[in-house]
Structure formats: C-alpha cells, structure tokens
C-alpha cells in the first residue's frame, strides 16, 4: 500500500510561481511512476506531468516550458514535486499526486487557483 500526501497548493497571481508536493510511504520501493494530473471544474482529469523510476520525464504540451517535475528519496519517504512557473488562469484547477506500483494510487488533491 502506498499513501500519498499532496501540499503547497494555494491562490497566486498571472506570472507567479507554486510548487506542489506529493510525499509517498508505505510501499514506495514499488513505485515506477510518478506523475501530476489536474481537473478544472466541469473538465476531465488530464495527466500534467510524470517522471518513471529511471527519471525520464513527460509534460502536457500546455505545460512545457513553465513546469518542471523532479523527485527525491530521503529514507522510506519518496517526495514528488512539480515546480509551477508562469503560472497562467487556465492552470486553475485541483492538482492530484498520482503513484504506480502495483495499484494506482492517487492523493487527496490540492487547490491551485490563478487570477489576478
């Protein structure tokens, strides 16, 4: 079983910077994928960025240029983050930690909301 606990969402204007969190534990030495999907009100979830266990990285064609996503592991806690830059209106939404391993696994979500 993997848990996962997102942090560092909040309310930012045109042009500002967020980064998120996801901390995995549990079951972590599982875990190949990692990844970032958000959901706008009235909208699917779409997948924003991911990273494999290999570091090989994936952005949405909205996103590339102004979001970066890494991971560190520190222990039995595996962290994902996504650095947010040029953050624009159409960015509002709830962001999701998403974990794979033997399941799928997703966080509780977290609020980003752009506007001025």
């Known amino acids: 079983q993997v848990q996962l606990v997102e942090s560092g969402g909040g309310l930012v204007q045109p042009g500002g910077s967020l980064i998120l969190s996801c901390a995995a534990s549990g079951d972590i030495l599982n875990i190949y994928f990692m990844g970032w999907y958000r959901q706008a009100p009235g909208k699917e979830r779409e997948e924003v960025a991911s990273?494999?266990?290999?570091?090989?990285?994936?952005?949405a064609d909205s996103v590339k240029g102004r979001f970066t996503v890494s991971r560190t592991r520190d222990g039995a806690k595996l962290t994902q983050y996504l650095q947010m830059n040029n953050l624009k209106p159409d960015d509002t939404a709830v962001y999701f930690c998403?974990?794979?391993?033997?399941?799928?696994?997703w966080g509780q979500g977290t609020q980003v909301t752009v506007t001025s």
């Open positions: 998403n974990a794979r391993a033997t399941r799928q696994h």
């Open positions: 990273i494999t266990q290999n570091g090989r990285t994936n952005y």
